[in-house]
């Protein structure tokens, strides 16, 4: 677990951070800092800036933290923010209880196959390439239940993503 307090998880440019079985813990008011962030993920962005982060969640018992791969501490509500230039791939519980989550721009965001998120309010703007598939194997391999309801078939959906065309996906709890 990284426990980052009064301060931020900032994305330098042409970065690349694989982070497997870690939980990044957004913590902290700034309060009475000078200079300090909101503890917020801050991405490069402009023309030609990227960096990439993949992040799958802990998964031992004795982590408080078990299952997230992203904890805001549930008493803040500092936005987050995530423009061109962000390239972010989570498993297990991306936790923003009171955030509002804004993806905008050329970015790609998603999760290799397991990802739940808990925000406020979630917002997309512009041509963000954006996976949410499930994969049964995947959340199982990170100990994350899967939502079911007894006696409910399986839903056909559409993905579509701005700027390309619809497909269908298949939808399972």
Not at 82 to 88: D, E, H, Q
Not at 103 to 120: D, P
């Amino acid at each position: 677990m990284i426990i980052i307090e009064n301060g931020g998880l900032i994305m330098a440019n042409n970065a690349s951070v694989t982070a497997k079985r870690v939980t990044f813990v957004l913590a902290g008011t700034n309060a009475g800092t000078t200079g300090a962030s909101n503890p917020v993920v801050t991405w490069p962005n402009g023309n030609g800036h990227a960096a990439h982060l993949i992040s799958t969640p802990s998964i031992t018992a004795e982590n408080p933290f078990k299952g997230f791969s992203v904890y805001q501490d549930p008493g803040l509500d500092f936005d987050q923010s995530w423009k061109p230039g962000a390239n972010a791939r989570f498993d297990g519980i991306l936790y923003l209880p009171r955030a509002q989550l804004t993806l905008s721009g050329n970015m790609q965001y998603g999760s290799k196959g397991c990802i739940k998120i808990v925000v406020a309010q979630f917002r997309i703007n512009g041509n963000v390439s954006l996976t949410m598939g499930q994969s049964a194997a995947n959340c199982s391999a990170i100990n994350m239940s899967q939502y079911t309801l007894a006696g409910t078939p399986a839903v056909e959906a559409v993905e579509a993503v701005a700027g390309t065309e619809a497909s269908p996906a298949r939808l399972t709890r």
